[in-house]
């Protein structure tokens, strides 16, 4: 302002506040693309130690496999406890057996011993039994009792 005195200096006023706001936005332009820049190289480094991890060696496996050997204990005593416990509730005998029967084979079970342990079989049904062409394994020459792919 004191080197254009008397002149008019309206426009080198404003040109000189806009070259300095030019510079102060590019300073922070180039600012905010560093820190960009700067948190990228963090991230990158940060995958890098991920994938990296610890190197194993003898101590720090025999280390890790004793914590892992002892948590595996615990889960094994925690699930015997457990057993144990519903052992001591588990139905034994003909109440353990009627508690896993379905419910339709509950009903044919008491009607077999309703009807006084008696059933009726229509012997006609197996008379004509020869007509079924049944092979026996013995005939068959392929055979193979071991081999469970056999014909």
């Given at each position: 302002?004191?080197e254009?005195?008397?002149?008019v200096?309206?426009?080198?006023l404003?040109?000189?506040v806009?070259?300095?706001?030019?510079e102060?936005?590019d300073?922070?332009k180039?600012?905010?693309?560093?820190e960009?820049?700067?948190?990228?190289?963090?991230?990158e480094?940060?995958?890098?130690?991920?994938?990296h991890?610890?190197p194993?060696?003898?101590?720090?496996?025999?280390?890790?496999?004793?914590?892992?050997?002892?948590e595996?204990?615990?889960i094994k005593?925690?699930k015997?406890?457990?057993e144990?416990?519903?052992?001591?509730?588990k139905?034994?005998?003909i109440?353990g057996?009627?508690y896993?029967v379905p419910?339709?084979?509950?009903?044919?079970i008491?009607?077999?011993?309703?009807?006084?342990?008696?059933?009726e079989?229509?012997?006609?049904l197996?008379?004509e039994?020869?007509?079924?062409?049944?092979?026996?394994?013995e005939?068959?020459?392929d055979?193979?009792?071991?081999n469970?792919?056999s014909?």
């Amino acid at each position: 302002a004191e080197e254009n005195l008397g002149m008019v200096m309206i426009f080198t006023l404003v040109s000189a506040v806009q070259e300095k706001l030019n510079e102060i936005v590019d300073q922070i332009k180039t600012r905010r693309e560093e820190e960009k820049k700067q948190k990228e190289r963090e991230a990158e480094e940060e995958e890098k130690q991920r994938f990296h991890g610890t190197p194993v060696t003898i101590e720090n496996f025999l280390s890790w496999k004793a914590k892992f050997d002892a948590e595996l204990l615990e889960i094994k005593r925690k699930k015997m406890k457990e057993e144990e416990q519903a052992g001591k509730n588990k139905l034994s005998g003909i109440f353990g057996f009627w508690y896993c029967v379905p419910a339709c084979m509950k009903i044919n079970i008491f009607l077999f011993f309703a009807a006084g342990n008696s059933v009726e079989v229509d012997e006609s049904l197996f008379q004509e039994m020869d007509d079924l062409e049944l092979e026996d394994e013995e005939d068959d020459p392929d055979y193979n009792p071991v081999n469970l792919d056999s014909d």
